[in-house]
């Protein structure tokens, strides 16, 4: 996570010091020194603040490797066909995360979903549990073009599959792998880390119930040819 290197540099963008950064978000000096400095991180109503105080996403504060360089236009073939990311954002909405029905399994045991659009179709499948492991692919015209692979474990007996869903639900275009950088609801969190881009990426995801861990999962992916 790049957090404390973008907080510094667009704080010091908009000519403020600590003190006044610190005011603006009703906290003290101190905890935004310790955020620039690694040594804390904000809660999820400060991240919100400061996005929507510097007009930058959450995915890119906490993410983003150049702020000074970044000019928001995406690069590449596949960064670009937003036809395949809304589709895909589409497909998951309509799938797992919206408690659709499941198609009959393609192996012993598997959990399968099928979505199609004219020429595009999306296949997920899942094996196991509390214990998972999955696939995720879209096919163009019945040439295979994108596929994400996953798996996670439930550590915990507090873990909510309905907030799971409610999480997988607010999929974007912008990331359409998993949830949202950072999502809450009452005592539930959830976080998701991604490094890359839609032709190639891996990144993780985890919940909390206040402060325990009860799920997490690894995923990776892109497109292929």
């Not at 915990?156 to 792998?177: A, H, Q």
């Not at 190639?200 to 325990?212: D, H, L, P, S, V």
């Amino acid at each position: 996570m790049n957090l404390h290197k973008n907080l510094k540099f667009l704080r010091k963008k908009n000519n403020l010091s600590q003190e006044a950064l610190a005011e603006i978000l009703d906290v003290s000096r101190q905890a935004v020194a310790k955020w620039e400095n690694e040594q804390a991180f904000p809660d999820i109503e400060n991240l919100i603040h400061l996005s929507n105080y510097f007009k930058i996403s959450l995915d890119k504060l906490i993410k983003e490797t150049d702020l000074c360089n970044f000019s928001g236009s995406e690069t590449g073939h596949y960064s670009q066909d937003d036809e395949i990311k809304a589709f895909l954002c589409r497909a998951k909405k309509a799938t797992y995360a919206g408690k659709g029905k499941e198609s009959s399994p393609s192996r012993p045991n598997s959990h399968d979903y099928i979505y199609t659009e004219g020429h595009l179709k999306y296949i997920d499948t899942y094996l196991g549990g509390e214990r998972f492991s999955g696939e995720e692919a879209l096919w163009k015209n019945d040439l295979s073009y994108w596929s994400m692979n996953y798996f996670g474990k439930v550590t915990d007996e507090l873990f909510s599959g309905d907030f799971l869903k409610e999480v997988l639900l607010l999929v974007e275009e912008e990331n359409p792998y998993r949830g949202p950088s950072i999502y809450q609801n009452q005592s539930y969190k959830y976080h998701c880390i991604i490094e890359g881009d839609f032709e190639w990426f891996k990144g993780f995801e985890e919940i909390f119930f206040e402060n325990k861990k009860v799920y997490d999962c690894m995923f990776h992916g892109g497109c292929v040819k």
